[in-house]
């Protein structure tokens, strides 16, 4: 019996993670952001993204328009991905701008 549910546990994990391109559910990237934070984003799928904020908390922003750079966001917080910055705003603090951090 445990041979059975792990086999389809197995199954489920394989046909998930097969469904992922690397772009899709890649590592943190981190941005250095021009009030001096630091945040770390991963895509999570072409319609979702985890933000990693300095607290340690995470959130899971869904992509709610691509006019000028992905925008994803929800009622408190946005980011907007233009490739090379992020623009990242949290409740009613003022937008900040965040580059690649190396």
């Known amino acids: 019996m445990r041979l059975g549910?792990?086999?389809i546990g197995l199954a489920a994990a394989l046909?998930?993670?097969g469904c992922a391109t690397g772009a899709e559910?890649?590592?943190?990237r981190y941005y250095a952001c021009?009030?001096?934070s630091r945040i770390g984003v991963s895509?999570?799928?072409?319609?979702?993204?985890?933000?990693?904020?300095?607290?340690?908390?995470?959130l899971i922003l869904p992509l709610v328009?691509?006019?000028?750079?992905n925008r994803y966001a929800d009622e408190r917080h946005?980011?907007?991905d233009r490739g090379d910055q992020l623009t990242w705003?949290?409740?009613q603090a003022a937008a900040v701008t965040c580059r690649p951090d190396r």
Do not use: T, W
């Not at 559910?25 to 943190?28: E, L, M, N």
């Not at 904020?53 to 995470?58: D, G, Q």
């Open 5 to 7: 549910i792990f086999g």
């Open 15 to 17: 046909a998930v993670g």
């Open 89 to 91: 705003k949290a409740g």
């Open 43 to 58: 895509f999570l799928s072409q319609d979702a993204v985890r933000v990693r904020l300095p607290s340690r908390k995470n």
């Open 78 to 80: 946005e980011l907007v």
């Open 25 to 28: 559910s890649g590592p943190d």
């Open 34 to 36: 021009s009030d001096g």
């Open 65 to 69: 328009s691509e006019d000028a750079g």
